[in-house]
């Protein structure tokens, strides 16, 4: 699947649910006048992610590798860009996993290494600690169970 389609500014009137829909499945819409790209229309996961990736790496928090996150220091930030920036910036600096991270996020595993993989951000696969393991299982069980 392309996931950037180009549509010209008169599709956006004309089409506005189909490429809500698009954009929902994971494309990015640019849309163009004259040839000339204008504006680009995007899922709001996709932002909050991306615009988290650019906060970790504008603002260098230090956080500790071995501290984890735990869901009420998630819970506790009320808007939903702070949460994306604090499970990113724990991801990032190596202090959860993917599947620690989707779980903070209420995604699946798959779905966020997809989202990650589509806007090209780093994705580690493979848990680094003996303790990301057993999250990872866990989180695993639970999704097998969910999808029973």
Known sequence: MEYIRHIP???L?????????????GQTVVIEHHG????AIMDIM???LL????????????????????????????SLPERFN???AHYLAGSISLSRAADLLNLTWLELRT?????????RTAPGRPD???????NAAAFAIQSQ
Do not use: M, W
Not at 36 to 39: I, L, T, Y
Not at 115 to 123: H, K, S, V, Y
């Open 9 to 11: 500014k008169t599709d």
């Open 51 to 78: 615009r988290a990736v650019l906060h970790y790496h504008g603002h260098s928090p230090q956080i500790d590798a071995d501290a984890g996150l735990s869901e009420n220091a998630v819970t506790a930030l009320e």
């Open 36 to 39: 000339q790209p204008e504006a």
């Open 115 to 123: 989202r990650f993989l589509r806007l090209d951000i780093p994705a």
């Open 86 to 88: 604090l499970i990113i």
């Open 13 to 25: 009137a004309r089409k506005t649910r189909q490429i809500i829909q698009a954009v929902q499945r």
């Open 46 to 48: 996709d932002y909050y």
């Open 132 to 138: 990301e393991i057993a999250v990872d299982l866990e």
